[in-house]
């Protein structure tokens, strides 16, 4: 399963799964690190952040703003 962190409320984690539904996980499941925008893989029980598709997502992000503004 792939999430993607939109925000952090009180002691959990929005995130929004493959079918765009929110959900909230509780902090102390996902790694120190994670921050908005991370792209998180659950496997068995434990999350981990997808770095490489976490920088993917935000190059694509900016190449959109990029394109916005020319």
């Not at 959900?23 to 893989?41: A, F, Q, R, T, Y």
């Not at 490489?52 to 190449?63: D, G, L, P």
Request: hydrophobic share 35%.
């Amino acid at each position: 399963m792939r999430l993607i962190v939109d925000r952090f409320e009180g002691d959990f984690a929005v995130c929004e799964n493959d079918n765009k539904e929110m959900i909230n996980i509780s902090k102390s499941k996902l790694p120190p690190d994670v921050k908005e925008g991370d792209v998180l893989l659950k496997i068995d029980d434990k999350y981990i952040i997808d770095t490489e598709e976490t920088e993917a997502r935000k190059q694509k992000i900016s190449n959109m703003l990029d394109d916005l503004w020319e």
